[in-house]
């Protein structure tokens, strides 16, 4: 059984940093591509960002290149997301997950929520 936990989610100031963290178990991590989705009160679920097995390749979605940042420790089996500058339309639920495309994944965390105030 495939079990992703996100932490690191809370309330910060526009301009702000956050870190989140997914520890992952239940897969071979080390061959898994992971990645973040978020999903805002109101909208659709969109992808934030992606990372390959070995972290020579990653995405990012246009609204978030440049401030956010996603990276992997696969001696922890855990995914990063590294946000800063943060803006009050970065408020959503972010879903960690694994073997994503650029809609989907296959597996999901339980999403942390991630609030911030203008």
Same mark, same amino acid.
């Given at each position: 059984? #495939?079990? &992703?936990? *996100?932490?690191?989610?809370?309330? #910060?100031?526009?301009?702000?940093?956050?870190?989140? %963290?997914?520890?992952? =178990?239940?897969?071979?991590?080390?061959?898994?591509?992971?990645?973040?989705?978020?999903?805002?009160?109101?909208? *659709?679920?969109?992808?934030?960002?992606?990372?390959?097995?070995? =972290?020579?390749?990653?995405?990012?979605?246009? %609204? $978030?290149?440049?401030?956010?940042?996603?990276?992997?420790?696969?001696?922890?089996?855990? #995914?990063?997301?590294?946000?800063?500058? &943060?803006? !009050? *339309?970065?408020?959503? $639920?972010?879903?960690?997950?694994?073997? !994503?495309?650029?809609?989907?994944?296959?597996?999901?965390?339980?999403?942390?929520? #991630?609030?911030?105030? =203008?």
């Amino acid at each position: 059984q #495939v079990l &992703l936990v *996100e932490s690191g989610g809370g309330l #910060v100031q526009a301009g702000g940093s956050l870190r989140l %963290s997914c520890a992952a =178990s239940g897969l071979i991590f080390n061959n898994a591509g992971m990645g973040w989705f978020r999903q805002a009160p109101g909208k *659709e679920r969109e992808f934030v960002a992606d990372i390959n097995w070995n =972290s020579r390749m990653t995405h990012y979605a246009h %609204s $978030v290149k440049g401030r956010f940042s996603i990276s992997r420790d696969n001696a922890k089996s855990t #995914v990063y997301l590294q946000m800063n500058s &943060l803006k !009050p *339309e970065d408020t959503a $639920v972010y879903y960690c997950a694994a073997e !994503p495309t650029l809609q989907t994944a296959n597996y999901w965390g339980q999403g942390t929520q #991630v609030t911030v105030s =203008s």
